[in-house]
């Protein structure tokens, strides 16, 4: 049974990048058919999908990005530790909110199971 | 992108009632929706995907349809386990998008 786990900083200054991980357990994050993916919730935009990763076992992954998000994201994945991260660069307040990894099995694009989410705050 | 409307945006039942949850798309989405439970504090839940398939290990009292760009969720004899917000999810296409959320009081 997958479980995944969000860690990162709480706490990020306005402008700076953050960074977040999802480790997996349960399963190898390069088998086949499961994408991964985050999705972020705040109390002014609800739940929001920032963008999610395919890797496939070769040497990248295919990934997939939120529009309104993709010039200042970028997903990638670690098969050495089971792991995919979260980049958001040049950050504001609007960003602060909470933050859930989650996967899906094929091109379904239902998130199940998610992490147990992390808060991140941007502060100036 | 594909927007999700929600309604109502908050409902109160009470125990061993029935309540439906609406989502509008702007196109159809062919039934390419899923819906969440989030309980306070937590992480959503999947309950129902493909509009209407319910996921292993959600009860039977929740069901799913799907009509065009509608979808509805409905929650026969409410229980207080129940008492959550509810999002619908929109899987056809990217960006993927959810509703605004459903509060449900028992």
């Known amino acids: 049974q997958l479980q995944l786990q969000e860690s990162g900083p709480g706490l990020v200054k306005s402008s700076e990048t953050l960074s977040l991980t999802c480790t997996v357990s349960?399963?190898?994050?390069?088998?086949?058919?499961?994408?991964w993916g985050w999705i972020r919730q705040s109390p002014g935009k609800g739940l929001e999908w920032i963008g999610s990763?395919?890797?496939?076992?070769?040497?990248?992954?295919?990934?997939y990005y939120n529009p309104s998000l993709k010039s200042r994201v970028t997903i990638s994945a670690d098969t050495s530790k089971n792991q995919f991260s979260l980049n958001l660069r040049s950050v504001t307040a609007t960003d602060t909110a909470v933050y859930y990894c989650?996967?899906?099995?094929?091109?379904?694009?239902?998130?199940?199971?998610w992490g147990q989410g992390t808060l991140v705050t941007v502060s100036s | 992108d594909i927007q999700m409307t929600q309604s109502p945006s908050s409902v109160s039942a009470s125990v061993g009632d029935r309540v439906t949850i609406t989502c509008r798309a702007t196109?159809?989405?062919?039934?390419?929706l899923a819906w969440y439970q989030q309980k306070a504090g937590k992480a959503p839940k999947l309950l129902i995907y493909g509009a209407s398939t319910l996921q292993s290990g959600v009860p039977s009292r929740f069901s799913g349809s799907a009509s065009g760009t509608d979808c509805t969720l409905t929650i026969s004899s409410l229980q207080p386990e129940d008492s959550a917000t509810y999002y619908c999810?929109?899987?056809?296409?990217?960006?993927?998008?959810f509703g605004q959320g459903t509060r449900l009081e028992i």
């Open positions: 999810q929109e899987a056809q296409s990217f960006p993927l998008t």
């Open positions: 196109q159809d989405i062919s039934s390419w």
């Open positions: 349960g399963g190898s994050i390069s088998r086949r058919n499961y994408y």
């Open positions: 989650a996967t899906y099995y094929g091109a379904t694009n239902y998130f199940d199971p």
């Open positions: 990763i395919y890797y496939s076992g070769s040497t990248y992954g295919s990934t």
